[in-house]
Structure formats: C-alpha cells, structure tokens
DNA sequence: CGGAATTAATG
DNA sequence: CATTCTCCTGGG
C-alpha cells in the first residue's frame, strides 16, 4: 500500500516552487510595471543581488537574469537585498494565504501588528499559545509556508519599517531604531547591515537630495509636527469614497476632514498592557502615486517605540492592505445579474470595536445623520479631552465611561440608552472580548455585532443578508433580471433567505466588501 | 567588539 | 522535550 502524501513532505528549501504566480504573468506584469500585481510577487535578481517590486522604476532586468517570489521575505532568505529605488520595504501586504483563518494567518496577522516588537514584546511561547497552538508547530508552519522562522519574519518586518522611516522622514537613526520597534541601536546596526549591506547613515546618505527637500517641503504644508510618513496600496482603491464615509459620520473635535486634499484626521488610543499610547494620525490624498500620506503624532513623544504598530493600525483602519482584484472578481454572481462593481470600495474601519458598537447602537432605527448627531453628543460630553501639537483633540469615551454615562440629554428610546449603558459596562468588565459576546447585553442583537465586527474588527466576511438595505437591492436585482429574461421569479421570505444563504458562499471570505457594494449601489 | 545570559529552532 | 544554536543586551 502506497500512500499519496506529495503535500506532506514539502522540501524545507524549495526549489523552483517559490512564486506561486506563473512566470509568464510574472513577466508581463513587471515589463509594463504594473501596480495591480505590486506586492504580488518580487523580482529577484540573479546578477545584481537585489530584489525589486513590479513597479520598479528602474529598467527591466533581463528575464534569464531573473526569479520570481510570492513574498519579499523569500527573497530576502534567498541572500538578496531590498531595491533601493523601489523600496520593497513599503509595498502593500498582499499573501496568497489572505483572509484564510489558518493559523499561520493569524500569526502573521499578529506579528505584523507588533506582538513579537518592541520593549514589551511577546515572546514566542505566547504567541503560539494564543494562537492554542505549540510554539514547535507554529516554527513549522512559517517554515513550511514561508521557508522562515516567526522570529526571522517580524525581525524583517521591523528592518523594512525602519528602512522605510530613514527614506522618508528625518528622524535622528536612534529614534528610527526605536520607532522601529529595536530595543538597542547596536543591534539595530548589525541585522540592518546583514540585510542591506550598508549601514543606516550610509543608507540615509545615499538619498537623493531632491526627494528629501520635497518630502520636507510637503511637510511644511500641513504645519504639522510629528512623523510624516507615505502610506502604497494597490489600486483600485476609491479613497474619496472612503473620505465620504467618514465625511458624514465625523465626530468634531475627534475627527476633521478637508476637502481639497481629501484629509481625513482623528484621535486614536491603543492599549499595550496597561500602557495606553494616545495620538492623532491624519492621512491625505497623494495624486497621482496610489498612495496616501500620513501624519502621527504621539501625545507623548516618547511613545515613538509604538510607531510600528500606529503605522499598522492605520494600515488597519483604512483598509489599505486588501487585494480588490481578488475581492471583485468573487462579486462575479452578483455581476451576473446586473449589479454594478464601485471599483476599489473597500471597508472603512473604526478605531475600535468599542467605538464600531457605539457606533452601531446609536444608528439603530435612524438615519445616518441623525445617528451622528448622537455620536458627537456622546463623544463631547463623555470622551476626554488633551492637547496634541496645539490643538485640543477629544478621544472617542472608553468603556467605563460610556458605562457611567447619565444620557439624559439623549432624544432616543430608553430601551437604546440602557442598551449603550450596558455595552459600555461589558465591555469595561471583558476589554478583550469579541463582539459576538455582547448578544448578552440586551438591546444588542445579531445586526448591531455583525455590523461592530465588520467596522471594528475588520472582519472581511460579514454578509448583512438581514439588512433592510440590502435585501431591497438583492430584490430590485432579481426584478431587473426578470425583467431582461421576461420570466417572473417567485419570492417568498424563504427563498430569500436560500439566495441569500448561495450569495455569502459564493462571496466568502469577503462578504463585507459585497455589504458595502450594496450599501453603495443603493445610493445611486 | 566580545562574551554571558536568555530565548528560539530543531531532531 | 532536550540539546544545539541564535539572538539580545549590558558593560568594557
């Protein structure tokens, strides 16, 4: 008996197998620079040593010169060294195991969130017993996958962050040691030449002036202190739609918005074991570039340690790492029958579940404006205020805050109000809880915590088949196509909920983004 | 820069 | 799970 197990003794030094891109597709997108493939794939190349993006502005190389990775950090473990023009550092996180709940997924989504950086970092044994595996199986899955260890993989991580920081800002090298999450400069030094064959100053000298002067010179512009930093994604992504979004649920004091360069600002607290790291971030549009830039500010300089997870939290929040390609080619049944695709919708988040909630209750059986009146009464008169580079910045309530909250100044439901008191005091006593546990709350029900996991958690596959919005969009669809074929298609409650079943699998993992084309198509 | 202490990788 | 090996940091 012979059994068929190719799968399970994959070579720990994979041969040819490391682009699971064709090469052919590989070619093409590289030789037109392509920026729908960037961070895709990468461009090793043989004679040189380096490794590019597919929008490297420098020539092509030759393609027998040349081999394909699936992920900058194959490349890297190859013996190459980061493109100098192209920045690899700085492409957008794209992976073929995307929006897969592995957990190697989820490892690789916690690292590159910080868990294993900075002063209080994590050590492996945590890690991998947060993720209820071993930490022997968890080495074994980055090897398997990756061809590296979880340790190799976050230590480039935070090399490319700090590369990035020494292209684009002027920070002294100490405090881009820091920012990136190094907890000594020696250190630092060494893995930085390892990697680059050059040393941070030599890097930082080999800049050419006149992108250092105009990165200086667009700082200026906005007045703003603090680190200022360009943001890549991989179109198609509709930031002014996104800008919209935010546009009509602002909460003043605690977000502003600007309309010529479509500016989106706002106050942020994370919390890293009883330290909370408050600041503003603010994010404009760069024409032109498929990028954003970005502005944070630290309440307390001295917080610079965290800039590598601020930097991924606003990755986060604005959606920037989603690969649209993938997700709008799964919207195919729904195209089918007639839906227009707003190209590059992606999901904005909040930036916290707690506030996604919050957010969610308060919009309960009210229009959007409406529940944003109610949002900033709740902000202004339960949230905190501080001052950041000059400005008086109101953070969003906390938990405890909302618990406590008297409400009486509120025109809603009393049912709503005590259902907001009781979200605030659950979540004060389970910070760490998900929102599937607040169906215990009472007033909170199934629509309030899908709608807190898709905007507070990022959760991409969240199909709000109940929604009133998008069964009437599901149904004029069925009309239209009735109307086109003349057939006239029965639909009870039942069936709808059969469709409606066949579309979230048909569209899983990525029923948010759908959630969203609907919510959007209805306002045309 | 070198080396002691600690943690991660591996069979 | 025990051994080897690499990483990390404080001090010279």
Redesign the pocket.
């Known amino acids: 008996m012979k059994t068929q197990n190719d799968n399970e003794s994959i070579p720990?030094n994979q041969g040819n197998i490391n682009c699971h891109i064709p090469d052919d597709v590989c070619r093409q997108a590289r030789l037109s620079r392509d920026a729908r493939f960037d961070g895709r794939f990468f461009i090793g190349v043989k004679t040189t040593g380096i490794y590019c993006r597919s929008i490297c502005p420098a020539s092509p190389p030759k393609e027998h010169n040349v081999v394909y990775f699936d992920s900058s950090i194959k490349a890297a473990e190859a013996g190459l060294r980061p493109c100098l023009r192209c920045r690899p550092d700085s492409a957008p996180q794209s992976n073929a195991w995307k929006g897969t709940s592995s957990s190697l997924q989820r490892a690789i989504n916690l690292i590159d969130h910080g868990c294993?950086t900075g002063?209080n970092?994590?050590?492996?044994?945590?890690?991998a017993t947060r993720l209820g595996i071993?930490?022997?199986y968890?080495?074994?899955l980055?090897?398997q996958q990756l061809g590296?260890?979880?340790?190799?993989?976050?230590?480039y991580r935070q090399l490319m962050f700090a590369k990035q920081l020494l292209h684009q800002t002027q920070l002294p090298i100490t405090d881009v040691a820091m920012a990136a999450g190094?907890?000594?400069i020696?250190?630092f030094n060494?893995?930085f030449k390892s990697q680059l064959q050059l040393t941070p100053s030599q890097l930082r000298r080999s800049l050419s002036p006149s992108k250092s002067s105009k990165l200086s010179e667009s700082n200026k512009d906005k007045g703003a202190q603090g680190i200022n930093l360009l943001l890549d994604y991989r179109p198609p992504y509709d930031w002014p739609q996104l800008w919209a979004f935010y546009q009509v649920r602002a909460v003043e004091g605690m977000e502003w918005l600007n309309e010529d360069n479509h500016a989106y600002g706002r106050s942020f607290s994370i919390v890293f074991d009883e330290l909370e790291i408050r600041g503003t971030f603010e994010v404009a549009e760069v024409k032109g570039k498929n990028q954003l830039s970005l502005a944070v500010q630290f309440e307390d300089e001295q917080h610079i340690g965290y800039l590598f997870q601020v930097v991924q939290y606003v990755r986060k929040i604005l959606d920037l790492d989603a690969d649209m390609e993938v997700i709008e080619a799964s919207f195919e049944p729904l195209t089918s029958m007639g839906m227009k695709v707003a190209s590059g919708l992606r999901i904005p988040a909040t930036a916290s579940v707690f506030e996604a909630g919050c957010r969610a209750v308060l919009g309960q059986q009210v229009s959007v404006v409406q529940a944003s009146k109610l949002l900033n009464v709740l902000a202004v008169n339960y949230g905190d205020k501080a001052v950041i580079g000059h400005r008086e910045i109101l953070f969003f309530p906390k938990p405890q805050q909302v618990a406590a909250a008297g409400l009486d100044e509120f025109k809603m439901p009393g049912a709503r109000k005590r259902a907001l008191n009781g979200l605030g005091e659950f979540v004060a006593h389970n910070p760490l809880s998900s929102p599937e546990a607040w169906i215990e709350v009472k007033g909170i029900g199934p629509w309030t915590i899908a709608y807190a996991k898709m905007r507070g958690e990022s959760d991409p596959n969240i199909f709000l088949a109940g929604d009133l919005v998008i069964k009437n969009r599901i149904k004029a669809l069925i009309a239209k196509q009735d109307l086109a074929l003349g057939t006239a298609t029965e639909f009870t409650a039942k069936d709808y909920q059969q469709l409606a079943e066949k579309i979230s699998q048909q569209v899983s993992p990525w029923g948010s983004y759908l959630t969203f084309q609907l919510w959007k198509n209805d306002e045309n």
């Open positions: 720990l294993l002063e970092a994590e050590s492996l044994t945590d890690l071993s930490s022997r968890l080495t074994k980055f090897n590296t260890s979880p340790k190799k993989y976050a230590l190094f907890n000594s020696r250190r060494e893995v």
